[in-house]
Nanobody, 121 residues
C-alpha cells in the first residue's frame, strides 16, 4: 500500500498563500498520476489539480491561474502552491496518486489523510 502524507495546511487571510507538500512512500516513477483534491463538510471531494506522467498539469476551473501543482521525483514529493486564496478555497486538501493500471481500472487508488486549509478574514 502506498502511503501519502500531506503537510503545510494552515490559516490564512484572503489573498494569502500556502504551500502544501505530499510525501509519498513510493517512488513517483511508479505513480503515473498524482494530484490534489479538496473536500468540505457535506460535500464530495473535488479535483483541484492533477499531473499525468509526461503531460502538463490540469487544474479545475476555480483554481486556474492561482494554484500550481508540481512534483520532485528525487524527493518522492508532490506540491501544491496555493496563491491568492479565497474563502471558498477553504477545505481539507488531499494528496492522491495511482499507478497506471490502478488508474485505468479504478481511478485514484491512494489517498493521504488530508491537511486543513482555512481562509478567513
Amino acid at each position: 500500500q502506498v502511503q501519502l502524507a500531506e503537510s503545510g495546511g494552515g490559516s490564512v487571510q484572503p489573498g494569502g498563500s500556502l504551500s502544501l507538500s505530499c510525501a509519498a512512500s513510493e517512488s513517483l516513477f511508479s505513480l503515473a498520476v498524482v494530484g490534489w483534491y479538496r473536500q468540505t463538510p457535506g460535500n464530495q471531494r473535488e479535483l483541484v489539480a492533477v499531473i499525468h506522467r509526461g503531460r502538463n498539469p490540469n487544474y479545475s476551473d476555480p483554481v486556474k491561474g492561482r494554484f500550481n501543482i508540481s512534483k520532485d521525483n528525487a524527493k518522492n514529493a508532490v506540491y501544491l502552491q496555493l496563491n491568492n486564496l479565497k474563502p471558498e478555497d477553504a477545505a481539507v486538501y488531499f494528496c492522491s496518486a495511482a499507478r497506471w493500471d490502478d488508474y485505468e481500472n479504478r481511478g485514484m487508488a491512494y489517498w493521504g489523510k488530508g491537511t486543513l486549509v482555512i481562509v478567513s478574514s
